[in-house]
Each structure stands twice: as structure tokens, then as C-alpha cells.
């Protein structure tokens, strides 16, 4: 299953253990509605896959991103919800932000998260079409008798309940991952110091990646060229000198490789010609092989894509996202292993990039460097649409990025 919250057919449906857990929640309580939304990987969307006495399908075309909707708010706060009567407390015009209400006709509803390893992968959610003071006590029963702290082998959270005007948007937050349970990371705060515009920042980085292509395409077609016929004139030489020359001569030719070598590594530091010709992960192989020789830390791939290609846009956001990890792990970690886990699932890219080193204070990072390194990916992240979440501690770091994945209809 590897980083993916549940298998493929569970995914897809197919668990017969799960849909049987919802058809008999809702008949012993009398519920009119129940299902399980669950998602392929910590930070992808919601989808409610399990259901019992819904009204149609089209629920479970409901795709929400953490944060947004019913399901989503659950999922990002990791809090229950829990409303006897949605009327009262919700404007019926703002029902479209709440999809699930709006496809099933709800009027008072439980949504509880659903935990493994301390991290929120489903929601429950029980509900009724209509309003009757009965509704709270089914509702008393399903956590304190019905439940009872699991659901399916899930935990299940039953504790601080929040509501729809919840603030769950962190104004100060650069960084999207939740802090564990075990306290090993914290988001970014803000700190006062000085920040582009986002808009600002999309247009540099678009600009910086222009200007990198082109770099590295003078350098692979100009400057290495030009050392390149340099070293067949030199060669011309060789049946013209004794053997003093010839030594000077092999000298000179290993100072041109080294400069080779050294402008392949820039230009592939730059814009490797892979990503443009090969693909994301054969990419990111390239990219590793450069660190591995320049640092010394070996890097690790696990999993693979059954695709060849996808979106452009996010073939390139995404690799520099994992340029910049990887950079980061090999330079900074002291780690001598560093481990890229790359996996796709229900048409998510998800990407782990860890390390066993000395970790960082997410919250308030060293600067170095330009100093823009996370909030670049951050930003990266954001023009893709994708979730991007990192966790460090004395245990090592982890960078995780969720994206949605598009295929590529034509070929490159």
C-alpha cells in the first residue's frame, strides 16, 4: 500500500467491511443518512465513498480539499462537528459551500474524524433530514455507546466540537502540515519580517524559471560545447610533442573535464534536459545522482509512476519542490541516507522526501542561503494547487507534497 491511507479497492469502493460498518450504523440508530469519506494520502482531497440511504450519486463525486466543505473542515482540524439544526445556524444561500448538506438534503448532522498513526485519513458523518430534539441524544448515543472511541479499526476523535463559522485559515502560516500529536513540528509563525505579495512571487518564480532554461541551455550548447572542440585541437597536438608534452597535455585535458563535468552539474542544477525530455521521475534521478556526488549522502527512491508524463506545469513546480528537499536533506541534515518515496493513487501524485537527521525549527528556520527556499516550495505548491506539509524534529525531517495529477494528452 506504501504511503497511501488505504488500498486501491478500497479506495475504488470495493471494501465490503466498510460499506457493511455504514448500512448498520445507520439502521441500529435510525440515522437517515451515513457515509465515510476517505482520502488516498495524508493532504489529498475527501471523497464520500461509503454511503447508506443516500438519495443519489452525487455525493460521491464530492471532491473536497482540506478545509473546504463539511468533510474537509473535519479532515483539516482534525475536530468534530456537530449541528441538531443546520437552518439555525447556517444561511440556506450559503448551502453550496457545504456540498454534502446540499446533496442530501440534510438538517442536522455528526461528522467525526478518523485517525490512524495520529493523522486524520476519513470522516464519518451521520445525519438527518430533518429537525426533532430526538437528534441529539442519537447523536450522544453513536460516540458514547455506538462507537465507543473506533470505527472500521479507525480512532475515532469525539472531543472539540467546532462549527460552521470555525476560523481554521492560519493568516500566518507558510508552511500547510499539522504539527503531529507527538509536538515534533509547528507551522510557521509570522514572524514581522518582510514578504512578497503572492502574486509578486508567481511572477518571479515563472521569470526565474525562464531565465533557468535558458542558462542552462547556453551552457550545455555554448560554453560546453565550445571546451568540447577545444579538447579535439588539443588532441591534434599530441603526435607533435615528446613525452613531457603529452604529460602536459593529459593535464590539460583533465582540467577541460573537470570544467565539463562541473557545468553538466550546473546545468542540470539549473534545468535538467530530462525534465523536458524524459519526465518528472527521471528527472529527479538525475538530480539525485548530482547531490550524491557533490554532498556525499546516498538517495533512496522508493515506488514509481504508471505514468510516463503529466501536466507540464506541475512536471516542473513539483520537481523543484523535491530539487529544493532533496538540496536541503543532503546539505544541511548530516543524514547519510535520504529517502524520495514517490506513489500515485485515485489521480494524486504523492511525494515523500525524508531524512534520519538533525532536523530544523519549522516554525522559525536558520536562514540561509537566499533565504527563500520554503517559501518558495510553498508557493511552488500553491500554483499547482497541492498541499505541501513539513515536519522536523530530532528525528529527521519530512516533506510531503499531495497534488492533484493530470496526464499529459499529447506527447512531449
Known sequence: MGASNFDRATLDGNDEAFQRAVEQLRARLNFDFVTMGIT?????????VYSAGETSNRHRRIALAPGHGVGGIVLKSG??????DIDSELDPREYSSYPIVFAEDLRSLCALPLKRNHHVIAVLLCAFRDVSESHAQAFRSLIADELRGTFCELAVVSEGFIGFDASLHDDASILSGRAGDSGESSPAKNDGSPRLIRSDLA?????QEDERRRISRELHDGVAQELLTV?????RL???LDDEGIAILDEAHGGINAVLDELHNISVMLRPSALDHLGFVPALRSQALVLEQTYGSAVAFEGDLTLPRFD???????YRICQEAM??????SGSDTVRVQVEAASDWLHICISDDGCGFDVAHPTIKGSGCGLLGMQERANQVGATLSIESGAAGTRVTLVTPMRAQEEPQ
Not at 475536530?79 to 441538531?84: A, G, N, S
Not at 511572477?203 to 521569470?207: L, M, P, S, V, W
Not at 579538447?231 to 588532441?235: A, C, E, G, R, V
Open 238 to 240: 599530441r603526435e607533435h
Open 231 to 235: 579538447t579535439f585541437s588539443l588532441q
Open 327 to 332: 538540496t536541503n536533506a543532503c546539505k544541511y
Open 40 to 48: 488516498a494520502f495524508v493532504g489529498a482531497p475527501l471523497k464520500w
Open 79 to 84: 475536530k468534530p462537528m456537530l449541528f441538531t
Open 312 to 318: 507540464r506545469a506541475l512536471e516542473t513546480q513539483a
Open 203 to 207: 511572477r518571479i518564480i515563472g521569470a
